[in-house]
């Protein structure tokens, strides 16, 4: 019985998560490569999507390492923003490729797909299989 239990739990756990995401088809807003993040002391690529009824903001980077040096009281180590700032970097690479574009800005209107978990942005993508 409590196996049972247990399983009925855990498909109904599965199906309310199920239920709260939400896909909507957009465009990249705007997109740029600089300053931004938390108090626009981090460096990476800020976008926006959206489609004129809704928008969300996202941004993937590290802290700038000319604007914040690491100190004893810091609760990240430099491999922790070398790490960060490769995984931007492969980022831009990745939607240059899928969007066939070879610059930042050119990713302008280019049309995305954006999974949202209830109102929090859980994931986006291009949407490859139109371009």
């Known amino acids: 019985m409590i196996r049972t239990t247990t399983m009925m739990i855990m498909v109904t756990l599965i199906t309310n998560q199920f239920k709260n995401m939400e896909k909507k088809l957009g465009k990249i807003e705007s997109v740029?490569?600089?300053?931004?993040?938390?108090?626009?002391?981090?460096?990476g690529l800020s976008v926006t999507l959206g489609n004129g009824s809704w928008g969300v903001g996202d941004?993937?980077?590290?802290?700038?390492?000319?604007?914040?040096?690491r100190s004893d009281s810091t609760q990240w180590t430099e491999e922790d923003r070398s790490k960060g700032i490769d995984e931007t970097i492969r980022l831009v690479s990745k939607l240059l490729k899928d969007a066939k574009v070879d610059s930042v800005d050119k990713l302008k209107n280019i049309p995305v797909e954006v999974t949202f978990e209830g109102m929090m942005l859980k994931e986006w993508r291009i949407l490859t299989e139109v371009l």
């Open 59 to 69: 941004f993937k980077g590290a802290w700038d390492p000319e604007m914040i040096k």
């Open 32 to 43: 740029r490569f600089g300053h931004g993040g938390y108090q626009d002391a981090c460096i």
